[in-house]
């Protein structure tokens, strides 16, 4: 079966431009062979109507970064679907729609972060008073947008996908609204903050806004999935990214505990972290961010295939791994440069002398 057209000898041709925050492509293509995980192209019938799967399947398949990959494409090439993981703005867009005529369709990744409150907060404004949006649980994508334009990510990001959808027919293009992007091989995988406390032999962790923070994951398995029937589909859409729960930042730390076999005391602060470096997390938001994704399921006939506690012991256990050969800061250096910038989230120091201090009377806090 083809996506939209045949444009090579292959059973059927996919371009991939640049990386999810997760290599989404590639791990999942080569990890799982199975047919719902073919991502680029819907190959999963072949000529003879046989499921055959990745290994049997003729499949000419690209993967580049960056704009230099797509002026770099041979002009006498063309593909089924293009997946692009990079694409940030309306400029990037614009790009994409002048090879229209080389590409079947394309699924391109957003943003959560696109989405603007009634009073117009968003991620944008989270860090001024009363400044954190307060979304609808869930959040469905007739919602409020930010304004397109140049000025931040969420600007740039709708700019891109009205850029997208404006030009409708022409190159028929689903945006994947993405929540918390999750699993192995992550260049800035959030769990590390609750994998390395284990490792460190913490038996303690501190947790703001009373550790209900929820900030919606979304598995690359899951991604994936979403691209497959996009493909197989082709239209022009935004849709929601997101995994079928949001667990809560409490809910994820002892979830990890679970995986490892370690026993933490989580100690809960009624409100935001009462140091710069103790109570935070990289799911801390104040208030819930849950996306709604009947959409994808009405348009797509989506089913997620997996969930977050389901998915997690693969994280773990590439992150424990990781770790044994090297220092956090040379794994992730993206991260790095954020607790540069934000302070260590392992000043365990720090931590210590808050719960000293809130042990003799001082803290606001309870455990759990």
Known sequence: ???????????????????????????????????????????????????????????????????????????????????????????????????????????????????????????????????????????????????????????????????LLDAGTRLPSTLLRAGSIHGPHSPNPRELHFVKRALDGRRVRVLAWGGASRFHPVHVANIAELVRLAARNPGSRALNAGDPEAPTVAEIGAAVDAVLGHTSETVLVEGPPPEPTVGGSPWGVQLPLVLDMTAAERELGYQAVTTYEESLPETVAWLVDALKHADWRELFPGMAKLAEEYGDPYDYAAEDAWLAARNSGNGNSNSN
């Open 1 to 163: 079966m083809r996506v939209k057209r045949q444009l090579s000898t292959a059973d059927s041709r996919g371009l991939v431009r640049g990386h999810l925050p997760l290599p989404v492509v590639l791990y999942i293509y080569l990890q799982r062979a199975d047919a719902k995980t073919i991502l680029a192209c819907h190959l999963d019938v072949a000529e003879s109507g046989e499921d055959r799967g990745f290994g049997a399947v003729d499949f000419d398949l690209q993967v580049g970064e960056g704009e230099g990959f797509i002026s770099r494409w041979p002009a006498g090439d063309g593909c089924d679907v293009l997946l692009d993981c990079v694409a940030f703005d309306g400029a990037d867009a614009r790009q994409l729609l002048s090879l229209a005529d080389r590409i079947g369709s394309a699924v391109v990744i957003s943003s959560a972060a696109v989405y603007q409150d009634e009073q117009g907060r968003s991620f944008d404004t989270q860090a001024e008073p009363d400044g954190f949006p307060h979304y609808p649980v869930p959040i469905p994508e007739t919602y409020g947008i930010l304004p397109p334009g140049p000025a931040t990510y969420g600007t740039r990001k709708v700019e891109l996908e009205q850029t």
